[in-house]
């Protein structure tokens, strides 16, 4: 059984950053062999990429509304995706879901992930 697990969501100002981690873990995968990748939902609005990075950890694609202010990476281990953001926005208020697919290309699209997480509240007030 495939479980994908969110943490570090809550609620900033504009401006302040916020870190978001996620891990992958089924047998008889470990989380070193995941590609994974983050979407967010605002209320009323579509699922929408955000950021992924590829199994081996050499690939990251970005959406543009985030380049230069997410920055998505393994840890030292790749036990875990981290999701850094800096700069918050009103507008990155969304529930952040976590999304996974074993030695997948680091895609932008929702369909070529297999496992996701419940989803994490970030709420960046102005």
């Known amino acids: 059984q495939v479980q994908v697990a969110e943490s570090g969501g809550g609620l900033v100002q504009a401006g302040d950053s916020l870190r978001l981690s996620c891990t992958a873990s089924?047998?008889?995968?470990?989380?070193?062999?995941?590609?994974m990748a983050w979407f967010r939902q605002a209320p009323g609005k579509e699922r929408e990429f955000v950021a992924a990075?590829?199994?081996?950890?050499?690939?990251?694609e970005y959406a543009d509304s985030v380049k230069g202010r997410f920055t998505a990476s393994r840890d030292g281990a790749k036990k875990s995706l981290v999701l850094q953001m800096n700069s918050l926005k009103p507008e990155d208020t969304a529930v952040y879901y976590c999304a996974a697919q074993a030695y997948g290309r680091a895609s932008r699209l929702r369909t070529d992930y297999t496992h996701w997480g419940q989803g994490t509240q970030v709420t960046v007030s102005s």
């Open positions: 990075i590829n199994w081996i950890g050499t690939i990251t």
């Open positions: 089924a047998r008889p995968f470990d989380s070193n062999s995941w590609t």
